[in-house]
C-alpha cells in the first residue's frame, strides 16, 4: 500500500523524506516540506542546512544554486563563464553581451555578424578571411566569380596585379617575392 504524503497534519509540517514533524526551520522544495538536512544537491551532495538557496533542476532534482550553474546555466562562448541575465544567442553558441564580438579582431559588430564552420562570430572582413574569400588587394569579398590565389591569399582577377607597375598578372606569367606578385619584367630588374 502507498504512503500518502500529507504536507500538514494538525497544522505541523511534516518532512517528506522522514515522514516526521518538523519542529525547526525547514525547507519547502518540490511542494514538499523537507528537514534541510534530509534535502541534498543531487552534484555536490551537500545539505541546506546552511541556508543557502535551492534550485530545482531541469531534471527535477534539487541542487545549490553554484552547482545549478554548473550543470544547466549556459556558458558564455567566449569567456566560458556562466551567463546570469542577458545573453546574445548566435548559431550554436550564447554569449554575454560585452563578450559578442569579433572573434578576430574583437570589434563590436554593428548588428551584423556572420557565424563560421567554427560557430563563433566573425566580423564581415574576417569571416571572409576566414573562408579564404576576402580580396589581398581590394581588401573586399570575393563573393561571385573567379578567384586567384597565391599562398594564403585570395585575389579578385581584375585585382591580381604587379606589385610595382600594376600591370594585370591574371592568365599571365608571374613571380611572387614577399609574399606579394610581380610581373616578369619588374622581379627581373627588382629582385632577379
Known amino acids: 500500500m502507498a504512503f500518502n504524503y500529507q504536507p500538514v497534519i494538525n497544522g505541523i509540517p ?3 523524506a ?3 514533524y518538523i519542529q525547526e526551520p525547514h525547507l519547502v522544495a518540490f511542494q514538499m516540506n523537507w528537514h534541510s ?5 543531487n552534484y555536490c551532495k551537500r545539505d541546506f542546512t546552511s541556508g543557502q538557496p535551492l534550485v530545482e533542476g531541469q531534471d527535477g532534482f534539487a ?5 545549478f550553474n554548473e550543470a544547466f546555466a549556459p556558458k558564455c562562448g567566449k ?14 553558441k550564447t554569449f554575454h ?3 559578442f564580438t569579433c572573434t578576430t579582431c574583437e570589434k563590436e559588430f554593428g548588428g551584423v555578424f556572420f557565424t563560421a564552420d ?10 571572409y578571411q576566414a573562408q579564404g574569400l576576402w580580396c589581398a588587394d581590394c581588401q573586399s569579398a570575393i563573393i561571385a566569380g573567379k578567384m586567384l590565389t597565391m599562398g594564403d591569399k585570395s585575389y579578385h582577377p581584375a585585382c591580381f596585379k604587379c606589385n610595382l ?17 610581380y610581373c616578369k619584367m619588374c622581379y627581373l630588374k627588382y629582385y632577379g
Do not use: N, T, W
Open 14 to 16: 511534516v518532512c517528506f
Open 18 to 20: 522522514c515522514k516526521q
Open 37 to 41: 538536512y534530509h534535502l541534498i544537491c
Open 63 to 67: 541542487y545549490c544554486k553554484e552547482c
Open 79 to 92: 569567456c566560458d563563464l556562466v551567463i546570469e541575465g542577458q545573453m546574445i544567442k548566435a548559431g550554436i
Open 97 to 99: 553581451p560585452a563578450c
Open 118 to 127: 567554427d560557430g563563433f562570430p566573425y566580423c564581415e572582413k574576417h569571416y
Open 165 to 181: 607597375c600594376k600591370e594585370k598578372l591574371a592568365g599571365r606569367e608571374y613571380y611572387e617575392y614577399s609574399d606579394k606578385p
